[in-house]
């Protein structure tokens, strides 16, 4: 893609650590698996009974509309997961696996305590309709993570005018159970097609089905698309066109469920598919948008 601007997704809460993010990015020249990989994390808490869960988030840039004087380049960092990831983790804090940047081929683990309540109430927005939650977060001031911005999120235009289709590959980050690409913490990537249609209008399907076979821990983990020089239908090849863009993220994996019956007794089944359900970045955007502007929040 020649033209966009980066998204942020962020979570709200006081602290003495910086709202903004430190590292942004160029949004025109960038390598988004690199990117996306900096700036996903394991999120980690405890259930109502006390066992442990865990979830994928990764972090964006909400840009202002205004940006103030002091800092004219600066963004809101914002959280992204799947709702259903806060909503299991009991208690006010939550513990993101944060990274370090030591030199240029080092990175250390910093675990990072996140607020997700107050006093017992949520501080993330939920989209209506999808399993989407978004919070702003502070970060520690010596913050080596880049920033990408929340216009990376593809809305039903962007997928239309780059003919996002089945079969088209995409790639995914996550912690499956828990699993880590390394002891820096970072998540694994893995690939696979779009397995449904169709996908527009986003507002009505909302989902759509991804050929990459997920676990728990998934969950959250931003699902994006990558390539050059694309064929079009109706034009033929782009060359030097370099499209990046985040599809969506990964709600759950896609089962199904058999009944058995024997002489005595019945039981009930579950099958993996090998399918992820991956809800659109669209409603991404709508969920952010349900934060207050950074314009009001941080002025």
Not at 143 to 171: N, R
Request: charge should be negative; hydrophobic fraction near 40%; include cysteine.
């Amino acid at each position: 893609m020649v033209r966009f601007r980066v998204p942020v997704l962020v979570i709200l809460f006081t602290s003495s650590f910086p709202l903004w993010a430190q590292n942004q990015i160029d949004s025109t020249n960038f390598e988004l698996n690199t990117v996306l990989m900096e700036s996903t994390f394991k999120i980690e808490g405890r259930t109502a009974s006390g066992q442990p869960t865990i979830g994928t988030a990764f972090i964006m840039g909400r840009p202002y509309d205004k940006p103030p004087a002091d800092l004219p380049t600066k963004a809101a960092h914002v959280l992204i997961t799947a709702a259903h990831v806060l909503d299991e983790m009991q208690g006010d804090t939550a513990m993101l696996h944060y990274r370090r940047k030591v030199d240029a081929n080092t990175w250390t683990r910093v675990p990072q305590p996140v607020p997700i309540r107050a006093n017992g109430h949520p501080l993330w927005k939920k989209h209506p309709d999808a399993d989407v939650a978004v919070m702003y977060v502070a970060l520690p001031q010596d913050d080596s993570m880049p920033m990408i911005s929340t216009d990376v999120l593809a809305d039903d235009k962007m997928l239309a005018d780059f003919e996002i289709h089945p079969g088209d590959e995409l790639e995914c980050l996550g912690y499956p159970f828990g699993q880590e690409a390394n002891d820096a913490g970072f998540p694994v990537l893995r690939s696979g097609k779009i397995a449904s249609y169709p996908l527009l209008p986003t507002s009505k399907t909302r989902t759509l089905l991804y050929d990459v076979r997920i676990f728990k821990g998934n969950s959250g983990g931003p699902v994006y698309f990558v390539q050059s020089n694309r064929w079009y239908k109706k034009s033929g090849v782009k060359l030097g066109e370099t499209i990046h863009i985040i599809i969506g993220l990964v709600s759950q994996e896609s089962l199904i469920q058999q009944q058995i019956s024997g002489p005595y007794s019945e039981e009930v089944r579950q099958f993996q598919l090998g399918l992820a359900v991956v809800v659109h970045a669209s409603l991404i955007k709508q969920a952010i948008n349900l934060l207050p502007s950074p314009d009001i929040m941080f002025h």
